[in-house]
């Protein structure tokens, strides 16, 4: 007898849980991240994905339906108008600085000067919005000249502080801050329809909720990875300040986000705390104690953190074995995952592993020969989930369904 919709989606996601509560489901579960796989998959430009909403949400649609996971992640409704209306610096898109079939390119830069940590820590809101934005988006260069905005508390002189509004520079800002706005409304807002109807058509996501460690955020935003690298060595005192701060401001708004979403659920990836980053003492100063406070918030506000470990986090394990046990699932790109099961399997569902090299050029062979190794060594007694190391924009159509297939059809646990 054929399921209904609402029991598919009960039996997908409670599939999930199980693995996530280390129980043994009835089979292994599938979570694919797609990336802008179903571009490709639909025959579409990747550019169009980021200027064309009806046509992204369709090919996406396509794409789970015929796949058929067990939970998707993403996808990513990103507005290149939006980009464009911003003159962002600290992003490329198709046909915006990479190819109109390539995905999008993040640009890292040194955002936070050396010496701006005080300014950053003693008014973090004034220092974003007259420092740091006007650095990263052209068309908000101009708020540079913004007054301080404590300034703004002065209201028995609102004329002579307001002024500044009226200013052609700063009146073009708010123009241009109110065209990005509502066009960033439909695509925000379509992502939240395209979720309501994948569950409604019983396939549940994980959720658009996100955090990084904080580590990440000065890493990746602020100082880049070069500048980071030297504070750890010349300023450690002034980064592990910001770290602290920038920790609980994490917690909080991606507790107030999850909730609103009414997704229990929050994406982490993890950018610099790989074995090939940076050292054992690093990691034990500077990485891992904000992002253990981190993932022990969420998971005591009632949400799952669905984290992955990009890069190599084989001698890290023994620290994950700190996190709250059963609530967590961790995605390995390139980690030993047998290694990661003995250590981790009886503390956190485990992720992953499967690499997209494989789904990109391998032989339907090598594909089933490599699921049936994670399968039997790492999904041994629950606690797995199948899933590739990393995004799958690239994947071969063919070779993925081959993967999936098998998955389903190997991967089912003895009642």
């Not at 025959?43 to 980021?50: N, P, Q, R």
């Not at 830069?109 to 300014?119: F, I, L, N, R, T």
């Not at 690093?282 to 998971?299: A, D, N």
């Not at 090299?357 to 032989?363: I, W």
Request: with cysteine.
């Amino acid at each position: 007898m054929k399921k209904s919709p609402e029991e598919s989606y009960q039996e997908r996601i409670g599939r999930i849980y199980d693995a996530i509560q280390l129980k043994v489901p009835d089979r292994v579960p599938i979570y694919l991240g797609f990336g802008y796989f179903a571009a490709k998959y639909v025959g579409m430009s990747v550019e169009e994905a980021f200027y064309d909403l009806n046509k992204w949400f369709l090919a996406n649609k396509k794409t789970i339906m015929e796949f058929k996971p067990d939970m998707y992640e993403g996808p990513d409704f990103k507005s290149g108008l939006v980009m464009e209306i911003l003159g962002s610096k600290i992003v490329r898109w198709p046909g915006h600085g990479v190819s109109s079939s390539h995905t999008f390119q993040f640009v890292e830069g040194e955002y936070m000067k050396a010496d701006e940590y005080d300014a950053f820590l003693d008014d973090p809101s004034d220092y974003i919005i007259r420092t740091y934005l006007p650095r990263v988006c052209k068309t908000l260069e101009p708020l540079k000249n913004l007054p301080p905005l404590w300034l703004f508390l002065y209201q028995d002189t609102p004329t002579a502080l307001f002024a500044v509004f009226g200013n052609a520079e700063i009146s073009a800002v708010l123009e241009s801050l109110l065209k990005a706005g509502r066009e960033a409304k439909k695509w925000v807002a379509a992502g939240e329809a395209f979720d309501k109807e994948m569950a409604e058509l019983g396939f549940p996501t994980v959720g658009r909720t996100l955090a990084m460690a904080p580590f990440d955020v000065i890493s990746a935003f602020f100082r880049g990875i070069r500048g980071s690298m030297l504070d750890i060595y010349r300023q450690p005192d002034k980064l592990l300040e910001a770290i602290e701060k920038i920790t609980q401001w994490m917690i909080d708004a991606t507790v107030a986000t999850a909730k609103k979403s009414k997704i229990p659920r929050v994406l982490i990836p993890l950018h610099r705390g790989s074995d090939e980053f940076m050292s054992p003492k690093h990691f034990e100063t500077f990485y891992w104690p904000s992002l253990k406070k981190l993932i022990s918030g969420l998971v005591n506000a009632g949400l799952t953190p669905f984290i992955w470990f990009e890069g190599t986090y084989t001698t890290r394990l023994e620290y994950l074995t700190e996190l709250p046990k059963g609530k967590v699932i961790g995605f390995f790109e390139k980690t030993d995952m047998i290694k990661a099961k003995e250590i981790l399997g009886d503390i956190m569902c485990i992720g992953g592993g499967m690499p997209v090299s494989l789904l990109q050029v391998g032989t339907p062979q090598q594909i089933r020969k490599y699921a049936k190794k994670l399968i039997d060594k790492v999904g041994e007694g629950g606690g797995f989930v199948m899933s590739a190391g990393s995004a799958l924009d690239e994947a071969n159509p063919q070779l993925l369904k081959i993967w999936v297939d098998f998955t389903k059809q190997y991967g089912k646990y003895k009642r």
